[in-house]
C-alpha cells in the first residue's frame, strides 16, 4: 500500500506542483493519475522513488516512510517504466533487461537468463535479445521498458506516460498487454497518463487531478463516468460519457436472434433483407443489401462492409457499450453476434441493448 | 626535377634514416614527434576529460566551457611557446612545448566530452536514476559509454592539430619533424622542408586510421552509425 500523506512539492521559484495530497493506493491493483499538464500527476509519481522530493507531507510504502531508505536503495525495489522506455541505447536489450538484477549483485549469468524469460513473459521473441534500442520498433522498446522494470521482481511499478509515445494501434496492443501481464503478476502499479481514456481502460481505481495539484476525484472508472464530482471532472472525462459508461456492464442477457446467412460464392436468392455473408467458417464478410439485385454467385464485390463486431462468448459476455456499438455501426441495424472463434451466432439490435439496460438500472446496478 | 620527384628521392635516400655524426634520421625524427604528441594529448585528456564530464553530468559551469573553448582558439600558438620559452628558459622547451600543445588540445577535448555527456537521451538517463544507480553509476555505466563516440572525435580531432602543431618544437630547438620544416626553410633546402611537410602528414593519417580502429573496437554497435538493421521506427 503507498500513502500520500498530505503531500506538497513546492518549488524554489514558488508554485506549487502538488498541492496537500491525500492518497491511498491499493496493493495488486492499477492505480492512474490522470489530469491536464500542470495537474502535478508527473510530480506525484516521481515523489514515490524520490526522483522528486516533497516539500512537506509523508509518503508510506508499505508502512514505513520513503525517506528511511537512501533514493538509490529505495528505487532498486521499485519498478519504473518510462515514456519512450529510456533503453540504454549502448546494452543490448538483454543487458538492459538486466540492470537492476544486476545493481543488486546478482551474477551476470543468471541475471541475462532471468532476462531472457522476461521477454517471454512480455511478449517479445528471444531473438531480440542481442539486439541494441536502435534496432526496435517503439511499440517494441516500450515492452523492453517494462520487462526491465520487472526484472528484480519489485512489488510496486511506476509508470509515467509510458504508452503516450507509440501509435494508437501499438499503444492498445500495449494496454492490452498490461492488462493481461497485472493478471498474471498482480503488482501495485501506480500509472500517469493525460489520456483519459486510457485512464479509464486500465485502472481499477482513478484518480483525477486538476492543475495547481489537486485531488478532484478518485473512483472507480464506472463511479468516475456515472458520477463525476463537478464540472471540472465532469469537463475532463469528455464527451459520450453515458455511452462509454456502457464498456463497464455485462451485456449477459441481451438477446441474441438467429440472423439468416449466405455462404459467399452461393447462387443469390431473391433477398427479402438485409443479409450476412459468411465465409466457409461463418466468420462474416459482409452485408447483402436489401436492395441488391446480384444475379448468379455472390462475390466480394457485392458486399456492404460491416459493423464491429460483438463477442458474445459463453463464458465471457461482452460489455453493453460493444453490444450497442455492432448494432449501431451495421448497415442494417442489427449488430452480428460472434463466438470466440469469430463465427456468427446471431443478431443483436439497439432495442435488445436498451431493454438491458433498463432492466440493469431498475435493478440497481447502474450507480445512479 | 618537379617537387614531387625531389620530395621522393630526398625521402628514398638512405642516408636520411640513419642517425649519423649527430644527425638524427627519420625514425629519431618521427620517435620524438610522437612523444611530444603522446604527452600533450595524454596530459590534457587526463584534465578535460573528467573536467568535461563533471560539467557534462552536473550541467554547472556549460557556459564556462564555451567561453573557454571560444577564446582558447584565438590562441597563437607560435607566440605562446616563444613567451613560455623566454619565462621558463631554453633549459625548459620540452616541458614549454608540452604546455603549448596541452593548451591546444584541452578546449578540444572538453567540448567534446561536455558535449557528448550532454547529449545523452535524457530518458535514458532518467530511465538509469529512477533504477537505483548512484550518481556514479549514471556517469560511468550510462552517460561515458554513451558519449565515446563524441569524445573519440574530440580525441582524434586533437590529435591531429596536436600533430600538426607540434612542428613549432624545432623552433625552440627540438627535434621532431618540425626540424626538416624549420632547418629545411633556413637551409632553403626546400626538398628537406616539402618532405618533413609529407612526413607530419603521413603521421597525421596513420595517428587517425590508429584511433579510429581503437574507437571501433571500444564503442558499443548500438551506438555506431548506420550499423546493420538500424531503423527508428516510432
Known sequence: M??????????????????????????????????????????????INRMVEAS????????????????????????????NAGLFPHRTVLDNIATVPILLGTKKAAARRRAEELLDTVGLPRELAKRYPAQLSGGQQQRVGVARALA?????????????????????????????????????????????????????????????GKLAQYDTPATLLAKPVDDFVAGFVGRDRGYRALGFLSAHGVEVAPLSTLTLGEPAPVVTGWTVVVDERRRPLGWLSAKSTVEGEIRSADLVAGGSLYVAD????????????????SPSGTGIAVDAEGAVVGGVTADSVLKVLDAARRSGEVPS | MSIFDQISAWLSDPDHWKTTLGIAGIPQRLAEHVQYTVLAVVIAAVIAIPLGAYIGHTGRGG?????????????????????????????????????ALVLLAIPVLLAGTYAGVR?????????????????????????????????????????????????????????????YVIDGNSQREFDQMAAGAVLIAAL???????????????VSPGLRKNSRGRARVR
Open chain 1, 2 to 47: 503507498i500513502e500520500f500523506q498530505s503531500v506538497t512539492k513546492r518549488y524554489d521559484d514558488g508554485t506549487v506542483a502538488v498541492d496537500e495530497l491525500d492518497l491511498t493506493i491499493d496493493d495488486g491493483k492499477i492505480t492512474v493519475l490522470v489530469g491536464p499538464s500542470g495537474c502535478g500527476k508527473t510530480t506525484s509519481l516521481r515523489m
Open chain 1, 56 to 83: 512537506s507531507g509523508t509518503i508510506l510504502v508499505d508502512g514505513a516512510d520513503i525517506r528511511s531508505q537512501r533514493p538509490a536503495a529505495l528505487r532498486r525495489g521499485i519498478g519504473y517504466v518510462i515514456q
Open chain 1, 152 to 212: 528484480a521482481d519489485p512489488p510496486v511499478l511506476l509508470m509515467d506516460e509510458p504508452f503516450s509515445a507509440v501509435d494508437p494501434v501499438v499503444r492498445d496492443d500495449l494496454q492490452e498487454e498490461l492488462l493481461r501481464l497485472q493478471s498474471e503478476l498482480g503488482k501495485t502499479i501506480v500509472f500517469v497518463t493525460h489520456d483519459i481514456d486510457e485512464a479509464i481502460k486500465l485502472g481499477d481505481k482513478v484518480a483525477v487531478l486538476r492543475v495547481g
Open chain 1, 314 to 329: 459463453s463464458t465471457a459476455a461482452g460489455s453493453l457499450r460493444a453490444a450497442l456499438d455492432s448494432a449501431l455501426s
Open chain 2, 63 to 99: 557556459t564556462l566551457v564555451v567561453g573557454i573553448v571560444n577564446s582558447f582558439r584565438a590562441l597563437p600558438e607560435l607566440g605562446l611557446l616563444i613567451l613560455l620559452v623566454l619565462v621558463m628558459g631554453l633549459a625548459l622547451a620540452l616541458e614549454a612545448v608540452t604546455i
Open chain 2, 119 to 179: 547529449n545523452v537521451d535524457r530518458a535514458a538517463v532518467d530511465a538509469a536514476r529512477g533504477m537505483g544507480m548512484s550518481e556514479w553509476q549514471v556517469l560511468v555505466k550510462v552517460e561515458l559509454p554513451n558519449a565515446l563516440p563524441l569524445i573519440f572525435g574530440a580525441l582524434r580531432s586533437a590529435t591531429l592539430q596536436v600533430i600538426a602543431t607540434a612542428t613549432i618544437a624545432a623552433v625552440v630547438s627540438l627535434g621532431g619533424f618540425g626540424r
Open chain 2, 204 to 218: 597525421a593519417i596513420v595517428a587517425e586510421l590508429l584511433l579510429a580502429g581503437v574507437q571501433w573496437l571500444v
